[in-house]
């Protein structure tokens, strides 16, 4: 009997880069046979079961077609937890890890528990890693999607925090009725214009449109949340937003206009300029 199923030739034979046909076989490893991703070279000569072969192919065709290794995964890691996600929930990216760094660093500064509104909260990721470091954080947490929202508890059970978090159903403040005076307001809402080509390449392809961009020129949700914010803030409130990284000049001038100071730029790993924050005036 050839060997034409162990691992060592399905890897060999994949057409997919070697990088993603080791992650989806380790998957299918851990699915199957309950093996770590270590087995890929201890066990190569492990002939996979029908089922198990089946699924592979299965996730090597859907791959090949160029659906997020995320959402085959149904998971992914961000800051230091790992989030359940699917088709409803953008996929939280790295560069998004920013705006919890800002939250942290803010949160370290206060002497009581801090009060946080994180808008658009999607599959939960800066909700839940700021709740799983902070442990003093009251955090509300809003989406207009109910399908997010449902991920985005899913995810908060998981990581023992449900009961940490107060989620909203709503549009921006919308879903707030009359919660007000927080410490700190985050987000990261669809930014890419809607004639952006990048919509249609790669994983965006795969993603929540209205997660992705406001059908518009990119910065109308970046204006309502920055708009509105001091109304939500604490005098010294903090408010951060992700945005895209030609959007910054545009970013700090709403935050001005809206009688937010010290507006800041804030670098993402790549050396973009991925985030800005800015401060409600302590008098007022
Ligand atoms: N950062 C995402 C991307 O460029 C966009 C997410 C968003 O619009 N908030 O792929």
Known sequence: MSSSNSLRSLLGKS????????ILLAFILEKHYQLP???????DDLELSPTALEDWMDLQSRRMSGEPIAYLLGKKGFYNIELKVDPGVLIPRPETELLVEIA?????????????????????????????NVPSAQITATDQSDEALMIAK???TALGLIDRVEFRQGSWYEALADQTSFDIILSNPPYIANKDPHLSQGDLRFEPVSALTDGSTGLSCLET??????????????????????QSEAVIGLMKKAKLEGAQVHKDLSG???????????SK
């Open 15 to 22: 057409t997919l880069p070697s990088n993603e046909a080791k």
């Open 37 to 43: 991703r270590s087995a890929l070279l201890s066990k």
């Open 104 to 132: 942290l660093a803010q949160l370290a500064k206060l002497s009581a528990p801090g009060r946080i509104l994180d808008l658009g909260t999607g599959s939960g990721a800066i909700t839940l890693a700021v709740a799983h």
């Open 154 to 156: 899913q995810n908060a």
């Open 225 to 246: 949340i920055i708009s509105q914010a001091g109304h939500y803030l604490k005098p010294g409130g903090l408010l951060a937003v992700e945005h895209g990284f030609d």
């Open 272 to 282: 973009h300029n991925r985030c800005a924050s800015a401060r409600k005036s302590i």
